[in-house]
């Protein structure tokens, strides 16, 4: 291991023991002194999983409910098939899927990108003067095609021959020789229309980017099962909605799954350290959050669980759904989802409802 390795970890342990120390109120929560030490050594908990579980505020009995991402994954890629993984993986593919299975998912209207056709539904455009021919005036959304976790996204307005895209300004051939420039770090970018909340959504927000439900289903038998699900709540101008641990400065906020209700809101008052707190209400607009009923709910669920029966030997699916006023559509779907942001949000651990329900 590498000397600012060494450093990280050692700086993660000192963050995580005195938070631990901080929480001592009485003579039971002794244990809590070597807390995050026992939370690595017995469950494979580590420093930052021990502040963004808040394991210092939970009995200890629970600690090995909570499960860490990476093992898990390592199972969900055990009883996955190949097939199943490559649909879910190569956004290209997946929509292909969708659309062939009547799904509703946000339209790839084409790549950017220097390979050739593969002979798909999806243009390939390769010069300024094929991509001019479908960015009409209009939003646009472009997404690395092997990007996750809102990386290399950016959005595009076109006002008549102007494009305005990542603060710059432009013509169509400045704005292309951007996307060329993007393409060093991807085989293709993906265009897509920018899809915009229900007005119940942006009513809590305010925000321009696109806050979106994460549902996680299981396949048990020939049923599919919701096992949990939440918001992720955009906090001010950011264009994507990823929580990351609270780093991001976004909200997570647990539903009812059966009804589709918000029934917590949790957040990091901290952006370099999971602090983790309850919010009532958006910290930028104010409004309520908690107890807001999210719109389309039963059609969500029916959404995931028709896409879900799609596609044979996945068993478990992490799915990002976008509730638009026109109702929900699937932005992606994921195999190998991370379970953290479902404890966050529910403050429990998943164990017991993975290994009740991932059933193979």
């Given at each position: 291991?590498?000397?600012?390795?060494?450093?990280?970890?050692?700086?993660?342990?000192a963050?995580?023991?005195?938070?631990?120390?901080?929480?001592?109120?009485?003579?039971?929560?002794v244990?809590?002194?070597?807390?995050?030490?026992?939370?690595?050594?017995?469950?494979?908990?580590?420093?930052?999983?021990?502040?963004?579980?808040?394991?210092?505020?939970?009995?200890k009995?629970?600690?090995?409910?909570?499960?860490?991402?990476?093992?898990?994954?390592?199972?969900?890629?055990?009883?996955?098939?190949?097939?199943?993984?490559?649909?879910?993986?190569?956004?290209?593919?997946?929509?292909?899927?969708?659309?062939?299975?009547?799904?509703?998912?946000?339209?790839?209207?084409?790549?950017?990108?220097?390979?050739p056709?593969?002979?798909?539904?999806?243009?390939?455009?390769?010069?300024?003067?094929?991509l001019?021919r479908?960015?009409?005036?209009?939003?646009?959304?472009?997404?690395?095609?092997?990007?996750?976790?809102?990386?290399?996204?950016?959005?595009?307005?076109?006002?008549?021959?102007?494009?305005?895209?990542?603060?710059?300004s432009?013509?169509?051939?400045?704005?292309?020789?951007?996307?060329?420039?993007?393409?060093?770090?991807?085989?293709?970018?993906?265009?897509?229309?920018?899809?915009?909340?229900?007005?119940?959504?942006?009513?809590?927000?305010?925000?321009?980017?696109?806050?979106?439900?994460r549902?996680?289903?299981?396949?048990?038998?020939?049923?599919?099962?919701?096992?949990?699900?939440?918001?992720?709540i955009?906090v001010?101008?950011?264009?994507?909605?990823?929580?990351?641990?609270?780093?991001?400065?976004?909200?997570?906020?647990?539903?009812?799954?059966?009804?589709?209700?918000?029934?917590?809101?949790?957040?990091?008052r901290?952006?370099?350290?999971?602090?983790?707190?309850?919010?009532?209400?958006?910290?930028?607009?104010?409004?309520?959050?908690?107890?807001?009923?999210?719109?389309y709910?039963?059609?969500?669920?029916?959404?995931?669980?028709?896409?879900?029966?799609?596609?044979?030997?996945?068993?478990?699916?992490?799915?990002?759904?976008?509730?638009t006023?026109?109702?929900?559509?699937?932005?992606?779907?994921?195999?190998?989802?991370?379970?953290?942001?479902?404890?966050?949000?529910?403050?429990?651990?998943?164990?017991?409802?993975i290994?009740?329900?991932?059933?193979?």
């Amino acid at each position: 291991m590498k000397l600012s390795r060494v450093a990280e970890v050692l700086s993660d342990y000192a963050r995580a023991e005195m938070y631990a120390l901080s929480s001592i109120r009485k003579l039971s929560d002794v244990h809590l002194i070597w807390g995050p030490i026992h939370a690595r050594t017995a469950y494979g908990i580590g420093a930052k999983d021990f502040s963004l579980y808040r394991l210092a505020s939970t009995p200890k009995k629970s600690w090995s409910d909570y499960l860490i991402n990476e093992p898990l994954k390592a199972k969900y890629a055990a009883i996955t098939s190949k097939e199943a993984r490559q649909i879910a993986d190569d956004k290209s593919r997946f929509f292909e899927h969708c659309h062939a299975h009547g799904i509703r998912t946000i339209p790839i209207l084409a790549l950017v990108t220097k390979q050739p056709s593969n002979g798909g539904i999806i243009p390939h455009l390769n010069s300024a003067a094929e991509l001019a021919r479908v960015l009409v005036p209009g939003q646009y959304f472009f997404k690395p095609s092997n990007g996750s976790h809102g990386k290399g996204t950016f959005s595009l307005r076109v006002e008549g021959t102007t494009f305005h895209w990542a603060g710059n300004s432009g013509s169509i051939d400045e704005f292309f020789a951007y996307c060329q420039s993007a393409l060093e770090f991807t085989r293709a970018l993906i265009v897509q229309p920018k899809m915009f909340n229900h007005q119940v959504i942006r009513n809590i927000t305010q925000a321009k980017g696109l806050s979106t439900v994460r549902i996680c289903t299981v396949r048990k038998g020939g049923e599919i099962k919701v096992i949990g699900s939440c918001l992720r709540i955009i906090v001010g101008d950011s264009e994507t909605d990823n929580f990351t641990h609270g780093s991001s400065g976004n909200l997570v906020g647990a539903i009812d799954s059966d009804t589709g209700e918000l029934i917590g809101v949790r957040a990091s008052r901290s952006r370099t350290w999971p602090k983790m707190t309850d919010v009532l209400a958006h910290p930028r607009t104010g409004k309520t959050i908690v107890g807001v009923q999210l719109p389309y709910w039963r059609e969500v669920v029916e959404l995931v669980t028709k896409a879900h029966h799609s596609i044979e030997s996945l068993y478990t699916v992490g799915w990002d759904v976008a509730i638009t006023d026109d109702g929900p559509v699937i932005v992606e779907a994921n195999w190998r989802y991370d379970i953290d942001i479902l404890q966050v949000a529910y403050k429990k651990g998943y164990r017991q409802g993975i290994a009740e329900n991932l059933v193979v």
